[in-house]
């Protein structure tokens, strides 16, 4: 399926709600709650453009949509997805759109000390010191999960990733019937190398986010602050891996079908 430009309009009737939508939204993300600040720019320029181009492709879909959505580490795009998710909720319908985290294929931490992979420099490491990397996820389930969800007429249920925990966690998303629209964020759901292109090839459209490499460096960095971390052991750890991780991503940017800038 192709995809169609994005277009800079969207319904005269949504136009009554920017205001009360411009507001700071307290959202959830792999159960780590934050406080995000929409603007009536944004919501003009990005947020309702792209929901309507969604809307209009899914009702021009014999399928349920499944959307990717595709950023380096540390770019905002499961803050972004959220935000989606919640404009749907209030202007298509609940549940009409349900954001889904790539990060909840991870291996589980068991699984990931266990095993072994070549580190870019070359090194053979253990395989939990590359989490997040391309290697550290179970891609033939994620690639399955879609294909359920793509024509499922019953609930699907859902890993999602706990960042308290650090583990996924089985079953934690719940996605209805009458949802109609997928949107599947994550760092590789662009990539088409094997065996990503099992994903990859069923995602239309493909979206790209757009964001400041240095920015997100930060982000990543204070990220694993949070998760214990000390700031050089965080420093560290986004110079042995996230680095690696963010070259792969921006690769991919190739294969987006939009790129969203926020800025």
Request: proline share 8%; with cysteine.
């Amino acid at each position: 399926m192709s995809a169609e430009n994005i277009q800079p309009n969207y319904p005269r009737k949504w136009e009554s709600h920017i205001e009360e939508l411009a507001a700071v939204f307290e959202i959830e993300v792999a159960s780590l709650r934050s406080r995000i600040m929409v603007t009536p720019a944004q919501l003009r320029k990005v947020y309702l453009p792209l929901l309507a181009w969604l809307e209009k492709i899914s009702r021009a879909s014999h399928h349920r949509l499944l959307v990717g959505l595709a950023g380096i580490p540390g770019s905002g795009k499961s803050t972004f997805a959220a935000i989606v998710g919640l404009l749907a909720d209030r202007l298509l319908a609940p549940g009409a759109l349900v954001c889904v985290g790539m990060d909840g294929w991870h291996w589980p931490s068991a699984v990931l000390q266990q095993r072994t992979t070549c580190n870019p420099d070359g090194r053979i490491v253990p395989l939990s010191q590359r989490k997040g990397g391309p290697e550290s996820f179970e891609v033939a389930a994620l690639a399955a999960a879609l294909r359920e969800l793509k024509n499922a007429r019953a609930a699907v249920h859902l890993p999602v990733y706990d960042r308290r925990l650090h583990e996924p966690i089985p079953d934690g998303l719940n996605v209805p019937p009458e949802t109609r629209i997928v949107l599947l964020e994550g760092n590789y759901v662009l990539y088409p190398t094997p065996p990503w292109d099992q994903v990859f090839e069923q995602l239309h459209p493909r979206l790209m986010l757009i964001a400041d490499p240095a920015v997100a460096r930060q982000r990543v960095i204070a990220r694993h602050i949070r998760g214990g971390m000390n700031p050089d052991q965080a420093e560290e750890k986004f110079a042995q891996n996230d680095r690696y991780n963010t070259d792969v991503v921006q690769g991919t940017a190739i294969h987006g079908d939009q790129l969203i800038d926020l800025t």
